[in-house]
C-alpha cells in the first residue's frame, strides 16, 4: 500500500509562485511514476505534470508549460510541483498521483494512475 500527502497549497496574489509537495509513504517510492492533476470547481480533474521512475522523463500540461516545474527527491520520497507566474485560472484542488506500472513513460490519463493523494487547495486571485 502506497499514501501520499500533499501540501504546500494556499492563497496567493496572480504572478506569484507556489511549490507543492508530496511526500509518499509506504513501497518503494523510485519504482515509480508520478504526476500532478488538478480539479477546479464544476470541472473535470486534468493532467498537470508527471515524472517518470527515473526522473528523466517529464511530460506538461500546454496550460502550464513554461510556468510549472516537477521534480523529485528520491531519499525524501517526495514530489514537487514548482508553481510560478500564477493565474487566476490555476485555481483548483491539486492532487498527487502514483503509478505502478514499470516503463519510464509518464502516463497522463487519470485512469493510468493506482493511488491519489487527498488534494491541496491553491487559489490565484487577480
Not at 514537487?80 to 509518464?106: F, I, N, W
Request: hydrophobic share 35%.
Amino acid at each position: 500500500q502506497v499514501q501520499l500527502v500533499e501540501s504546500g497549497g494556499g492563497l496567493v496574489q496572480a504572478g506569484g509562485s507556489l511549490r507543492l509537495s508530496c511526500a509518499a509513504s509506504g513501497r518503494t517510492f523510485s519504482t515509480y511514476a508520478m504526476g500532478w492533476f488538478r480539479q477546479a470547481p464544476g470541472k473535470e480533474r486534468v493532467f498537470a505534470a508527471g515524472i517518470s521512475r527515473s526522473g528523466g522523463n517529464t511530460i506538461y500540461a500546454d496550460s502550464v508549460k513554461g510556468r510549472f516545474t516537477i521534480s523529485r527527491d528520491y531519499a525524501k520520497n517526495t514530489v514537487y510541483l514548482q508553481m510560478d507566474s500564477l493565474k487566476p485560472e490555476d485555481t483548483a484542488v491539486y492532487y498527487c498521483a502514483l503509478d505502478r506500472g514499470y516503463s519510464d513513460h509518464v502516463p497522463v490519463s487519470w485512469y493510468e494512475y493506482d493511488y491519489w493523494g487527498q488534494g491541496t487547495q491553491v487559489t490565484v486571485s487577480s
